[in-house]
Every structure is written in C-alpha cells, then in structure tokens.
C-alpha cells in the first residue's frame, strides 16, 4: 500500500492558498462524487478520502497540526515507513486506491512507536500514547474481529485498556493478572493484532466485505487519523509543551469514553 498526504491527494503544493484547495476539491467531486458515479461503494471511498483532505487543509488550525506532523515525522521524511518491507510512502500515484487509507494506522502507528521506544517519563506523552492506541483498539481493532483475547476471556472487554495498562502487570481484583507490564507491551499487541487487520483488508483486494457491513469504517479510519495528528503534532513539536494541551473534540461523544 502507499500514503498520500492530504497535499498530494487533492494535486495542489503545500504552499497552496484556501482557493487553490477549494478548486482542486470541486474538480476531484465532479469525478468522484457518489451522485456522479451511482453511488458505488468504492466512490463512496474515494470521496470520503477526498472530503477528509479538504476538511483538514481548508481548516486553517487542522492545516497548522497537519504541516508540523508532515515536516516532524520522522518515518515520513525517511520517505519509508519501515518494518512493512519497505513500503512506500508519499508515492504520487496518479489513480486512488480505497486500500490507501489504511496505510494511515501504518504511519501514525510507527510515529507512537517511536515515542515508545522513547521511554517517554512525561505523562501527557504516556498519555497520548493511550490515547491513539485505545481508540484504534476500542473503536477499530475490537469491533473488526481484532479484539484483545485475554480482556475478552475474562470478560473485560468493555473494560477501558488504560486501566489495565496502569496496574502494570500487578494482581489486583476484579482483573487477577493484567496482560501487559508496560505501555510499550501494550502497544506491541496493538501493533501485532493492527497488522492482521491490514492483511486481512488488502488481501482481498478491495476492504469492501468490512466495509460495505459496516459504513463507518471509513469514518472511524479519518477520525482516528486527525485525533492522533492532533496530539503527535503537539508531541513532536519541540516548540510545544506537552503540559496541559486541550483534549481533542471528536466528532461522535462515545469516542470520549474516559477521557
């Protein structure tokens, strides 16, 4: 799979201004638009791709995160994002594929990574670790048929992972011995069960058997990808301190479950 950032899906430069952006979106619509194409499953992926792009970019806030996380991310500027035998990145390709937008839990999950390995002591960084992976647990891994088999055996499923990755390996009622000794344990199982999901997904060819069950799949992939740019563009900005940020507002108030 390859990733576009939003730039490259709507063909303008990175120095575009708010007028360049709304022309390349009606002249992407006219194509994509499902009205213009009988309101087929795969346009409805493509155009939600290109909404999404332009919600960001012609969001002059959204735009600052999203230039910061463009010019600080360390896997993007290599150009690959490794560990997934080399795939590329910021490829240019000239046709859309709706596989593309599963390469986001790719990229932003090799950003966290990095803040793992980090050993980040800084507790709003452990806290945006938490974050980022709960959602993508909680409200993607979880509800495709990734879930975490040890809180699902004992019952917990609806239990928030945070608590769990708090106890730190510690016996304490009513979870007996929790799953994971750190954040970072934590982290490589949502790694491991993520990259099941994107096998699985572009395996078949086109993620249209999750996807056509289940229409907010699409949605819950761009929210989960603007709330971690969010915070990963505050974490990785030096000049931006992680103390006492504003929480992200998602779009759907369940998201918010403890937070």
């Known amino acids: 799979m390859s990733y576009r950032n939003h730039y490259q899906i ?47 970019l012609s969001d002059n806030e959204r735009r600052k995160e999203y230039d910061v996380f463009l010019s600080k991310s360390t896997y993007l500027k290599r150009g690959r994002a490794p560990g997934r035998q080399g795939t590329a990145v910021l490829s240019g390709k000239a046709e859309f594929s709706s596989e593309e937008i599963l ?46 088999y040890f809180m699902e055996a004992r019952k917990l499923g609806k239990t928030d992972p945070r608590m769990l990755v708090h106890l730190l390996g510690k016996t304490s009622r009513p979870y007996g011995h929790t799953p994971y000794s750190s954040v970072a344990d934590y982290f490589y199982d949502i790694r491991k069960r993520a990259d099941k999901l994107i096998e699985k997904l572009t395996r078949s060819g086109l993620p249209s058997e999750i996807i056509a069950d289940e229409p907010g799949f699409i949605d ?36 918010n479950y403890g937070y």
């Open 103 to 148: 390469e986001r839990i790719n990229i932003i999950l090799w950003e966290v990574h990095g803040l793992v390995e980090g050993k980040p002591e800084d507790p709003d960084v452990r806290r945006v670790i938490l974050i980022i992976l709960t959602f993508l647990d909680k409200w993607i891994l979880e509800p495709y048929g990734f879930p975490d």
């Open 10 to 56: 709507l063909g303008v430069s990175e120095n575009s201004d708010l007028s360049m952006i709304k022309q390349a979106f009606r002249r992407l619509s006219m194509k994509y638009h499902p009205d213009k194409n009988d309101g087929s499953l795969k346009s409805n992926q493509i155009f939600r791709i290109i909404l999404d792009a332009y919600q960001v």
């Open 220 to 255: 819950r992939l761009t929210e989960y990808d603007k709330m971690a740019i969010y915070y990963l563009s505050r974490v990785l900005d030096d000049r931006i301190p992680t103390e006492g940020f504003p929480m992200f507002e998602f779009s759907d108030m369940a998201y």
